[in-house]
């Protein structure tokens, strides 16, 4: 079963890969294929579903010359998983701020779809077609 790999809002992804992590942008590439493919918890990356005090996220860590780089997502049903936050791992503080972003935007992303069907926020599909480095 194929899934869709979505992001939301538009600035997830590349945007955030660019602007805090663009070393980590081949192995992003990579991990979204494996997503889409197979699901949200592809073999050889250890997904982990943070429960409902997190707000159903669930968070994959990818390690990158020597820095720790973030992923925080949602799947949805079992054809669609939602990007909400890419960031490298720093202070606590830090940590605290960028699950609290990806738990504001997933609940703005259902806010929206559950609203009207027919006025949905964009989360576009990664179409970035280029191959990793």
């Known amino acids: 079963m194929t899934y869709i790999v979505t992001h939301y809002p538009t600035v997830v992804y590349p945007g955030e890969v660019e602007a805090e992590c663009p070393e980590a942008d081949p192995e992003v590439v990579v991990l979204i294929s494996r997503m889409a493919s197979q699901g949200p918890s592809p073999t050889a990356y250890k997904a982990k579903a943070l429960g409902k005090k997190m707000g159903g996220l669930w968070q994959i860590n990818l390690k990158v010359e020597k820095r720790q780089i973030r992923i925080l997502y949602a799947p949805y049903g079992t054809e669609k998983i939602v990007l909400f936050r ?24 259902e806010e929206a779809n559950k609203e009207d069907p027919k006025k949905k926020l964009e989360s576009r599909p990664n179409d970035r077609s280029r191959s990793p480095r």
Do not use: G, N
């Open 86 to 109: 890419i960031h490298k791992k720093s202070s606590p503080q830090e940590q605290e701020r960028a699950y609290a972003l990806a738990m504001k935007r997933k609940r703005e992303y």
